[in-house]
């Protein structure tokens, strides 16, 4: 635009404007036309490739959790089918590090780690620490009622709640502790159950803070959602905590 106005002051100093200046300011014209379109086109492409990677992203998540849950659906099935006590048992006990492996190598914290507390129904009761997969740390906290995090952890159940801290050091849970000791900064605690009965806790934690988030929460508990049904299956009625109580 400047160009177009020196143009028009070339002009009126000579008399008549120079051929030069001429095609100088048409060009300076169309370009400072050109540049806006340009930008919305450029905008307009980033927007596209933007929404394409999300599609691919999402079809990929898609392929990847159907991966990770067939097998654990199919295992499901030989649980119900199995035709004798002790067969169903090994069943039931082979479901769990395909739901820990599942759970540790599916979300996207730094070194996941993934927790089968079993509960143990003596006196007081206690959630242990059972199996678990992803980050070689093992899991030691026994969660007994009496104790503060216990009484957490098992109100969490009964009530069938959840838990999630983004950094367990500056901001855990009521009840719950720092575990620096630990190794891990995140996690996500929810229960295990299955209709009003209660098998334990799953737990899922990241060394980095917010590794795990709510987010995650959903698909955390629909792997506890499938680690219960394996359980429920021929599982005896007695000497299970029941939800609400």
């Known amino acids: 635009m400047g160009l177009v ?8 100093e000579g008399g008549s404007l120079k051929p030069w200046w001429i095609v100088l300011s048409i060009v300076m014209s169309v ?15 980033l927007r596209k490739e933007a929404e394409q990677a999300a599609i691919e992203a999402a079809v990929e998540m898609r392929v990847t959790l159907n991966d990770a849950l067939d097998p654990i659906v199919r295992q499901l099935g030989r ?9 169903r048992s090994n069943l039931r006990e082979a479901t769990v590090p395909m739901i820990l492996d599942s759970a540790a190598h599916l979300l996207d914290g730094q070194r996941v780690r993934a927790c089968w507390f079993r509960l143990d129904d003596g006196k007081p009761r206690r959630l242990v620490p059972t199996q678990y997969a992803g980050r070689a740390d093992e899991p030691v906290t026994i969660f007994e009622e009496g104790t503060p995090v216990g ?8 009530h069938n ?4 801290a983004l950094d367990v050091e500056t901001d855990p849970p ?5 575990s620096a000791q630990h190794g891990y900064r995140s996690f996500i605690a929810v229960p295990v159950v299955a209709g009003q009965r209660a098998f334990g ?45």
């Open 151 to 158: 009484d957490s952890a098992f109100a969490m159940i009964r």
């Open 5 to 12: 106005a020196l143009a028009g002051a070339e002009a009126g």
């Open 201 to 245: 806790m799953l737990t899922v934690d990241a060394i980095d803070v917010a590794g795990v988030t709510e987010a995650e929460v959903p698909f955390v508990r629909l792997l506890a959602g499938l680690l219960a049904d394996a359980l429920a299956v021929g599982a005896p009625e007695e000497g299970l905590l029941r939800l609400g109580r």
């Open 174 to 178: 009521p009840g719950w502790h720092g």
């Open 79 to 87: 649980v119900a089918t199995a035709t004798n006590r002790q067969e």
């Open 161 to 164: 709640q959840h838990a999630v």
């Open 31 to 45: 370009m400072g036309a050109a540049v806006p379109g340009y930008e919305q086109i450029r905008k307009e492409r």
